[in-house]
T-cell receptor
Framework: GENVEQHPSTLSVQEGDSAVIKCTYS??????FPWYKQELGKRPQLIID?????GEKKDQRIAVTLNKTAKHFSLHITETQPEDSAVYFC????????????FGTGTSLTVIP | NAGVMQNPRHLVRRRGQEARLRCSPM?????VYWYRQLPEEGLKFMVY????????ESGMPKERFSAEFPKEGPSILRIQQVVRGDSAAYFC????????????FGPGTRLTVT
């Protein structure tokens, strides 16, 4: 089955700086890679996603890059704000087996004002 | 997405009791996915169901856990003879059809076993 690894497990940045979270996956057939933000006690919220036919996607301060050859994808948050503080999860799935999501272990991001 | 509903939101059970968690998918959705999140861990896929059919239960423990999604009504995740290690948040997501992405989660059920 798919195995997704995520680093770092914790990340502290000064407000205004950038944050980068990296994930690797094992199943070369995975073709969809979402990122979720989870605040304490809340459900995971989809913040951005990328499909395997695209190398990069951007939405305002958030971007995701995908390197299919290396089986690696990353989340980039620029101009971080205190409200970006949360736990971020990456995931991978493949359409042909049912789109079950396999999640990384999470990154706890703290943005210091 | 508020469209996926789960209840109860909080459930407390003593060891050995049964827990029943319910998930009502978004309107028009016929596929449901269940995930478990242990304290301070990531989400783990448990089971994928279509109405009246289990598609993939590879992530669900073989004993004490079962899931169903009847023709009418919500999907049910049932845990028999709960143990303290079952304490977790259980989330579900739904999709409208085979191949569609189940991107949005319900609010979750937080199960506490005392």
């Amino acid at each position: 089955g798919e195995n997704v690894e995520q680093h770092p497990s914790t990340l502290s940045v000064q407000e205004g700086d950038s944050a980068v979270i990296k994930c690797t996956y094992s199943d070369s057939a995975s073709n969809y890679f979402p990122w979720y933000k989870q605040e304490l006690g809340k459900r995971p919220q989809l913040i951005i996603d990328i499909r395997s036919n695209v190398g990069e996607k951007k939405d305002q301060r958030i971007a995701v890059t995908l390197n299919k050859t290396a089986k690696h994808f990353s989340l980039h948050i620029t101009e971080t704000q205190p409200e970006d503080s949360a736990v971020y999860f990456c995931a991978a799935s493949r359409r042909d087996t049912g789109n079950q999501f396999y999640f990384g272990t999470g990154t706890s991001l703290t943005v210091i004002p | 997405n508020a469209g996926v509903m789960q209840n109860p939101r909080h459930l407390v059970r003593r060891r050995g009791q049964e827990a029943r968690l319910r998930c009502s998918p978004m309107k028009g959705h016929s596929h449901v996915y269940w995930y478990r999140q242990l304290p301070e861990e990531g989400l783990k896929f448990m089971v994928y169901l279509q109405k009246e059919n289990i598609i993939d239960e590879s992530g669900m423990p073989k004993e004490r856990f079962s899931a169903e999604f009847p023709k009418e009504g919500p999907s049910i995740l049932r845990i028999q003879q709960v143990v303290r290690g079952d304490s977790a948040a259980y989330f579900c997501a739904s999709s409208p059809e085979t191949g569609a992405l189940p991107q949005y989660f319900g609010p979750g059920t937080r199960l506490t076993v005392t």
